[in-house]
């Protein structure tokens, strides 16, 4: 049986520092839906507890990263 391997999943300030910009920016691109987020609170929390998988944040680089024109 293969190991189960959990992605990385990163808090708002963590994905903030791995972009290189401010927490309000990440909530930006959630609530636009560039960036995925799971929700790892328990049950019966009074507030989410947001996390962003690695993937995302991956998916999200690539779609934002643009190849040099050639001379």
Request: charged residues 20%; contains cysteine; hydrophobic residues 35%.
């Amino acid at each position: 049986m293969a190991p189960i391997t959990s992605p990385r999943l990163y808090s708002i300030p963590q994905a903030a520092e791995h972009l290189g910009c401010c927490r309000d920016h990440v909530y930006t691109l959630i609530s636009a839906g560039q960036l995925a987020v799971t929700d790892i609170s328990g049950p019966g929390a009074k507030r989410p507890k947001s996390r962003i998988p690695e993937d995302s944040l991956v998916a999200y680089i690539r779609s934002r990263t643009t190849q040099a024109a050639s001379a």
